[in-house]
């Protein structure tokens, strides 16, 4: 890129998903030299590397991390799961406060192995929650409950809804618990609109980030998400309702496709800006 494209826009932010084969090292100085200004992480690569030193490093490049993935699969109905399941959660809290993490996602779980109470489930993420959310406000950690697209209710993520999301997340003081509005698994609701609008109401839009549906979807749905612009999804059309809401925080390109992390990491970067700028805006 050159000229007025050679920086990334103020309010992107890069996923570390989006760079797979991207180390933290790299995902640093590629994010630093193309101008990004915040990197959204994952625990299990940052824990490898080593979360007081990935800290040191992001601080070292001025880069914010604008969410840490992922908390949550609070759905166990055994005690002993649950109690693992705040555990892990407590750590993930302390992992984002050394971060400095604008956000720790969290998605809530499916359903256990032969459970077919969905309410049930729900209540269970609420009451880990009133463990969990004093918790990450001692640690001056938000939480942002994300919603999945229905196809994940059973296996990953029984709140499918923003409106699910927020009915959660109301619970507990907005500084604690907010939500995350990813295009991704949000876009086909009719209703977002207007769950948007009471979620920016609330103080509650706690992230936001963006990929493309593609169909027909690959086999294990999970890393079929689009290149921007390559979709159904009225990318730009998603961020102005957001920013409808009020929301004015980082805008987090995340992406997970095969395709993407066979490619040189640069390239791949730079074609992300790019597709940003004429999709997201």
Known sequence: MSGDRATAPARFSLN??????????????????????????????????????????????????????????????DPAGRAAALEDNRRAVEEAAELGAETLVLVSGGLPAGDRDLPGARIRIAEILGELAPWAGAHGVRLGLEPLHPMFASD??????????????????AEQVGVVADSYHLWWDERLPAELLRAGAGGRIASVQVADWVTPLPEGVLLGRGQLGDGSIDLRGFRELTDAAGYRGSVEVEIFHPGLWARDGAEVLREVIERYREHVG
């Open 156 to 173: 990953r993520c029984v709140v499918s809804t923003l409106g699910q999301a927020l009915d959660l997340a109301e619970q507990f003081p």
């Open 16 to 77: 570390q998903e989006t760079i797979r084969q991207w180390s933290l090292p790299e995902l640093v100085a590629g994010s630093a030299a193309a101008g990004v200004g915040a990197v959204g992480l994952w625990r299990d690569p940052v824990r490898l590397f080593g979360v007081r030193k990935a800290a040191k490093l992001l601080a070292g490049a001025g880069l914010r991390v604008s969410s840490l993935c992922r908390g949550g699969f609070f759905t166990a109905a």
